[in-house]
């Protein structure tokens, strides 16, 4: 059995293969305060309580948070007495990344992109709706090109209330209509509405310029809520970032 661990801004999703198959998704709060030994009890606690009694062949982790990436990797080492594969420059990920600065690719987007490049049609464009909304995309020859970053659905959520006096926390959900005859239903459009805009505006624009039409997948906590609304037909795959994190380890054990 192998363990993805995906660490995020806002979760933390890990991941347990049995060979190909996905046996468990759990999702627990993202803390940076939280130390190695406690991680280490949260995953204790985790495989007890779904009855993980395997031994795992390996562990890899791939880190949106560098200051939780070292907590999680000395956690793993005394839980499971491993060495955890960190996502990062030097590992071996099979994917061509055309952008200036590689560097700076964040691990989800990297193991996202695997994932799509072993999963799906190319030229493929991700969308990923965590923390950030990410849409990036692979040409049709698979390699990592580029794309857009924008705020999140969350994100921009908690800035429209904590910066205006007058606006009301809502929940994520579609209004009846675009044009909104009260407030709720009109911040809930200009959300739910404009967030799918987005995306079809970014996709459109990026399909313009690799010249072809391109597969469509998105991820991400809020990927089920907004992508039904858009133009275009979108694939949504929960576990894209597990499954490319899985393909990272295979590759780097051979």
């Not at 929940?171 to 459009?189: C, H, N, R």
């Not at 970014?202 to 858009?230: F, N, P, W």
């Amino acid at each position: 059995m192998v363990l993805t661990v995906d660490i995020g801004n806002t979760n933390i999703t890990l991941g347990v293969y049995e060979n190909e198959r996905l046996k468990l998704v759990v999702r627990i709060k993202t803390d940076p305060k939280k130390t190695a030994d406690e991680y280490a009890a949260n995953l204790k606690n985790i495989t007890t309580l779904y009855g993980i009694t395997e031994n795992f062949d390996g562990v890899i982790i791939g880190s949106v948070v560098p200051e939780l990436t070292t907590a999680l990797k000395r956690a793993v080492q005394r839980l499971y007495g491993i060495n955890a594969l960190i996502v990062g420059p030097g590992i071996k990920t099979g994917l061509n990344i055309k952008v200036e600065n590689p560097a700076q690719l964040g691990a989800d987007l990297v193991a996202g992109a695997v994932g799509a490049l072993k999963k799906y049609p190319m030229p493929c464009i991700m969308i990923d709706m965590g923390t950030a909304t990410t849409v990036f995309a692979l040409n049709g020859k698979g390699e990592f090109v580029g794309g857009a970053i924008a705020a999140g659905v969350s994100s921009t959520l908690d800035a429209l209330t904590s910066h205006t006096a007058a606006l009301p926390s809502i929940t994520v959900e579609p209004p009846p209509k675009a044009i909104g005859t009260e407030t709720v239903k009109s911040m809930q459009s200009g959300i739910v509405f404009g967030t799918a805009s987005m995306i079809d505006g970014l996709v459109k624009r990026m399909e313009s310029e690799l010249g072809q039409t391109a597969t469509l997948v998105a991820t991400g906590g809020k990927a089920e809520q907004i992508v039904k609304y858009c133009e275009r037909e979108i694939a949504v795959d929960d576990d894209l970032v597990l499954s490319g994190l899985l393909e990272i380890y295979r590759l780097n054990q051979k």
